[in-house]
């Protein structure tokens, strides 16, 4: 890259989603000094929006349409960032330079692949043709499943909801729907809630906690059908029971928007494959966010993280390469989810852990965190109303430190860094 073409008023970079990432990495772009043309493509004609209300505040209704917005419509101009919504990217040509879109040819100095995923639709017999059936990934899902709920409410009636997935997307949309009013049943092919992504006594207590609130959870059953009759649903599971629903949702997991890079032949392995600096296998392109696979300086592996921050870290990396800065990523990943009054956040990733310690507060039941080892190092940690015990865990990773598991374990009172953290020194 030409040290000067960031400062050149004719250079051009094209943003392909505008998704936080995308969004996020136009915006560092004019921060950092970028003085050209920055354009963003997305399918999608809804404004750009946030994603994580989508199955909690706003299906709720706690929050309306008008606060999902990531940046106020003046503020694109400003920026001198154009939108391009409901103009899908059809083609990357790499010699050119160029990419191809449903109206037209756009050229480019510089491409970032901010493409994101798509909910997964299973192969579940009868799935096409049934009523009431959605996902919720994008806005339109969630106000599409919003307004069927309000068809509901306005005959006063209680929807039966019925959930394949326990995820944290099940989780969460079964968490909003019982504040509604439906009922809810959630049926999940693994033996447990949440079995991939935490330990078994996290998922007793978020199954304890939504049989509580009167979500019915259903395990280790694999749905083979759904059959449809007089806009009600009958979801049959391969044993022969059947779960009768007025609306179903679907939250298995996701398909990730690589075939764009493929066909580009950029390299893509589990979502599209980037450098430190977020560069693809072609150095004019970049790639951020859920699509993007990095080799992590943590775990020391290929990661592709679907969280805010990945995506806003990834879009400042970018934004900072572009414009003459040296910078790598290299951040600890976190995520959260809100389930009825319970906020759990987590830092880290727990692949490969075989130890844990639990933290439960007795005169606290709703508060309990999760330390997840390999061997002595610690991997991640998942912490319910426990801010303390996920900062601590932050500052652990990011400064990879040691921690004394016995004391981890046996401290009482209000958790202390000075109690269980170690230098790599002090370790040795």
Known sequence: MSEKLFESETSSCVIVGASHAGI???????????????????????????????????????????????????????????????????????????????????????????????????????????TNLFTIRHLPDSENLKSCLDDFGKNSKNPKVVIIGAGYI?????????????????????????????????????????????????????????????????????????????????????????????????????????????????????????????????????????????????ANVVAMHLTGKEVVYDKVPWFWSDQYDRKLQIVGLLNGYNDIVVREDKNDTKSISVWYFDGDDLLAVDAINQPKSYSIGIRILTQNLKVDKSALASVKELLKPENIVLTREDAS
């Open 170 to 314: 099940g989780l969460e949309a079964a968490a909003s729907l019982r504040k509604m009013g439906a009922e809810v049943t959630i049926i999940e092919r693994e033996s447990r809630v949440l079995q991939r992504v935490t330990a078994p006594i996290l998922s007793e207590y978020f199954t304890t906690l939504h049989e509580t609130n009167g979500v019915e959870i259903i395990t280790s059953k694999t749905v083979a059908s759904i059959a449809t009759k007089d806009g009600q649903q009958s979801v049959v599971c391969e044993d022969g029971t059947a779960y009768i629903a007025d609306i179903v949702i679907v939250g298995v997991g996701i398909k990730i928007n690589q075939s764009l890079a493929a066909d580009a032949g950029l390299r893509v392995d589990d979502g599209i494959y980037v450098n430190d600096q977020c560069q693809t296998s072609d150095e004019n392109i970049y790639a951020i966010g859920d699509c993007s696979n990095h080799l992590s300086a943590i775990y020391q592996r290929t990661v592709r993280l679907e969280s805010v921050q990945n995506a806003m870290d990834q």
């Open 24 to 130: 996020s990495v136009a915006f560092a772009l004019r921060q950092f000094g970028w003085k050209g043309n920055i354009d963003v493509f997305d399918a999608l004609s809804c404004f750009p929006h946030q994603k994580p209300p989508l199955s909690k505040d706003f299906l709720n209704g706690s929050i309306d349409e008008s606060m999902l917005k990531l940046r106020a419509p003046k503020a694109y101009e400003k920026a001198r960032v154009t939108l391009h919504l409901g103009e899908r990217v059809l083609g990357i040509n790499r010699t050119e330079k160029t990419v191809a879109t449903e109206n037209g040819k756009w050229e480019y100095n510089k491409l970032i692949l901010a493409t994101g995923a798509e909910a997964l639709i299973p192969p579940i017999k009868g799935i096409k043709e049934a």
